[in-house]
């Protein structure tokens, strides 16, 4: 690992001050990005440190009804404190292993949008909205291929916040050597529509799944999807699964959340 | 280079470290606190597991420098103080949880943090548990057993798979 500068600071605006300046980079748990240091994948000369801060700290519940999560909330306290939201619960409870769990952000997951990670697909499936130090952005509009999002260099993910559906589920295919999803499919039933986000599959990361969305929305069961499917030519293709293979599991784990959330 | 200070096994310590400084380094080279291992690095193996103001953590994936001012416990703090062996140690050792004993500190202490939150877990919540923590002599099922038996619970049906 290349050497760097460490600051902890414990307010936002502090956080954003210390993020401007050049190849000065925000660390959340973590859980992702010290290891990329060690790979020697990237160099910042500076490691912001958001887990100071306390106003992005902490689950609660908006004026809305809407649960909101600060930035820099690890995966375990999403598990232990996010009840009014089961299903986001139980995403959070199976990111990774526990000591993973205890320092990963879901501010630095969603921020890093790993086409494997679980995090994008609760918060795309949720229509949730990533609010910053700047401005607040539509999962729909944030997420914008493999590794990239809508964020801005320095701009900081301070709080998440999730609408709670009537009925939700996540589903994982785990890859069994990283915990990663090989595909994972989370469904939200709202008043208006049913959502369905995909993790693991596209060569392009998250993504929802607008055919099935319609036919969930008719009719809410896990036979509403038979007959369609997705096509592999796109998704990821390695050692630990082909395209075809994977666009198999999206319908698999699709009904499989519809079963578990009706 | 920064000054760091936290609490270890309940004593100060403190050092100069690195921004890139990680936690295990920083146990195991500063402090001389050798019992924390580093098997994988890449926070996979769980070998370099420690508690951090009481939750487990893999101390080859968290910066010394964001432990400043934290309470640390290692594998060095586990035994009595009498330093006879820890209700997990001992049973660790009366079900032959260990073979080789490179992952030993990493399961002792990824096991103290289970049963802090979970005293009476069931056989599945362990295994669940130590997912984070890998075995390469493969010895997985005396772990198990060392773990049910640390909690006070009945090993002699736990068979064999």
């Known amino acids: 690992m290349y050497n760097f500068e460490f600051a902890k600071p414990s307010s936002v605006a502090d956080a954003v001050a210390a993020l401007g300046d050049e190849d000065a980079?925000?660390?959340g748990g973590g859980q992702t990005l010290i290891p990329t240091l060690k790979q020697r994948l990237a160099s910042p000369t500076k490691l912001v440190s958001l887990k100071g801060i306390?106003?992005?700290?902490?689950?609660c519940t908006g004026d809305d009804g809407a649960l909101c999560i600060g930035g820099a909330t690890s995966h375990a306290t999403v598990a232990a404190e996010a009840g009014a939201y089961p299903a986001l619960a139980s995403t959070a409870a199976h990111i990774g292993d526990p000591a993973v769990r205890n320092r990963g952000t879901i501010g630095g997951s969603l921020a890093n949008n790993d086409p494997s990670a679980c995090y994008p697909a609760a918060a795309l499936g949720s229509g949730a909205t990533i609010v910053t130090n700047s401005r607040e952005i539509a999962a729909d509009d944030y997420f914008q291929g493999m590794f990239t999002t809508?964020?801005?260099?320095?701009?900081i993910i301070t709080e998440v916040r999730f609408p709670v559906p009537e009925a939700a589920n996540y589903q994982k295919f785990v890859q069994p050597a990283s915990r990663f999803a090989l595909v994972g499919v989370f469904v939200a039933k709202y008043a208006d529509g049913v959502r369905v986000a995909i993790t693991g599959a596209s060569n392009d990361g998250v993504f929802r799944w607008a055919e099935a969305e319609a036919a969930l929305s008719a009719n809410f069961s896990a036979n509403a999807i038979d007959g369609l499917s997705l096509s592999g030519d796109d998704m990821i293709n390695d050692l630990h699964g082909t395209g075809a293979y994977r666009a198999h599991l999206c319908a698999v784990m699709t009904k499989r959340a519809v079963a578990a959330a009706s | 280079m920064a000054q760091v200070t936290m609490t270890v096994n309940g004593?100060?310590?403190?050092?100069?470290?690195?921004g890139r400084t990680l936690l295990s380094s920083f146990l195991r080279d500063e402090l001389k606190l050798t019992g924390t291992h580093v098997g994988c690095d890449t926070s996979q193996c769980g070998a370099c597991v420690v508690h951090v103001d009481g939750v487990a953590v893999k101390s080859c994936?968290?910066?010394a420098a964001e432990a400043d001012g934290a309470d640390v416990a290692t594998i060095e703090g586990q035994a009595n103080a009498d330093g006879s062996l820890n209700v997990i140690q001992q049973a660790f050792q009366d079900h032959h949880g260990l073979q080789c004993g490179f992952c030993t500190p990493g399961m002792v202490m990824s096991a103290?943090?289970?049963l802090k939150d979970n005293p009476k877990p069931s056989e599945s919540d362990v295994r669940e548990y130590l997912e984070g923590n890998i075995c390469r002599c493969t010895g997985y099922h005396n772990i198990v057993k060392a773990i049910m038996a640390a909690s006070g619970q009945d090993v002699g049906a736990i068979a064999a798979e």
């Open chain 2, 11 to 18: 004593k100060a310590a403190s050092g100069e470290v690195e």
């Open chain 1, 54 to 59: 306390s106003e992005m700290q902490g689950v």
């Open chain 2, 61 to 63: 994936t968290m910066l």
């Open chain 2, 112 to 114: 103290a943090a289970l």
């Open chain 1, 25 to 27: 980079q925000a660390l």
């Open chain 1, 150 to 155: 809508a964020l801005d260099e320095g701009e």
